[in-house]
């Protein structure tokens, strides 16, 4: 499994010097915004603007616009990661459903960086073994407290979570409602036997 420091090797393009690394720090804060605003296609000059650096410095560190979106991806990301640290000490079933949540919240918003990056590409397949890598033992504890069905994997999850990010809900309420409707699918025991 890959682990949050073999990414940030795979992407290792952090600068040394303090000034090049608040540049860069800004450069995927302002990428993240304007993305997040305007989608893939967003100038990389208003990056480099709400960043407050020049163009040049822009490319010095991401020498294509992939590059600065594999870099956003890997960050948040990685970000989810670490957050597994926020929820140890809940309960078992709170602290699945409270990194489910930011799962959610990250995979709404990352759905054009997604897009724009290729399934395969060896980025994306790292970056799905960091998120299963830190999905599946909340998964795994609530399960083992009796607290989630026995016969649900961390894929069955994910696939789960996939169709509701991927729907246009009218309203933001509307998603967190369809999505703790779909986690309580996850109780044990079921409904149903």
């Known amino acids: 499994m890959a682990s949050t420091h073999e990414l940030g090797e795979y992407l290792a393009r952090r600068p040394r010097r303090a000034d090049a690394q608040r540049n860069y720090d800004a450069l995927l804060s302002a990428a993240r915004e304007v993305f997040g605003e305007s989608g893939v296609n967003a100038s ?14 822009l490319y010095r560190n991401f020498p294509s616009r992939r590059e600065l979106f594999e870099a ?13 640290a926020d929820v140890a000490h ?4 709170d602290a699945l459903v409270a990194w489910l949540n930011r799962f959610v919240a990250y995979a709404a918003t990352k759905r054009a960086l997604r897009e724009e990056l290729a399934y395969d590409s060896e980025v994306f397949r790292r970056c799905r073994t960091e998120i299963y890598a830190a999905g599946e033992p909340l998964l795994s504890r609530a399960q083992q407290a009796g607290a989630v069905r026995p ?17 246009q809900f009218p309203e933001p ?5 369809v999505l703790a409707i779909a986690l309580d699918g996850l ?4 409904a149903f036997a």
Do not use: H, K, N
Request: proline share 5%.
């Open 44 to 57: 990389l000059e208003e990056v480099a603007r709400r960043a407050g650096v020049g163009i040049g410095t």
């Open 72 to 84: 956003v991806y890997v960050d948040e990301v990685q970000a989810l990661s670490r957050s597994v």
């Open 90 to 93: 809940l309960s078992p079933w």
């Open 151 to 167: 016969d649900t994997s961390f894929d069955d999850v994910v696939r789960l979570i996939s169709g509701i990010v991927a729907f």
């Open 173 to 177: 309420g509307q998603r967190d409602r």
């Open 187 to 190: 109780r044990y025991p079921p």
